[in-house]
């Protein structure tokens, strides 16, 4: 059977028999410094739910531009690609389709 997890931080707090709040156990002075923690946390969530979704966005759109980058080099003739192809390229194409596989 599965454990239930422990809490990382121990609650200072009273314990009793019947179940309440945990804030109704706290002082004034402990209630805003676990108000504070926990806007501290809610505001770290919302960055990362932020950054997450700007990265997605931006994979997305990298995804478009190169299969919109493939489609339209796909269309233009083998010629179109010696001119516009640096002479590194061209010699390495050349070199690796002389290339025979060793057996």
């Known amino acids: 059977m599965c454990s ?3 809490p990382k931080q121990k609650i200072k ?6 179940v309440v ?3 109704s156990h706290m002082n004034a002075e402990q209630r805003e410094q676990f108000a504070e923690r926990a806007n501290k946390a809610s505001e770290r969530r919302e960055v990362q739910k932020q950054k997450a979704i700007l990265e ?3 994979i997305d759109q990298n995804k478009a531009h190169t299969s ?3 489609n339209t080099m796909a ?3 083998w010629h179109y690609w010696l001119i516009s192809a640096s ?3 061209v010699f390495q194409t050349i070199l690796h389709k002389n290339k025979k596989p060793l057996r």
């Open 56 to 58: 997605q966005t931006q």
């Open 13 to 18: 707090g009273k314990t009793s028999s019947n």
């Open 75 to 77: 269309g233009k003739p």
């Open 21 to 23: 709040s945990i804030l």
């Open 4 to 6: 239930t997890p422990k």
């Open 87 to 89: 002479f590194s390229e």
């Open 68 to 70: 919109l980058k493939k």
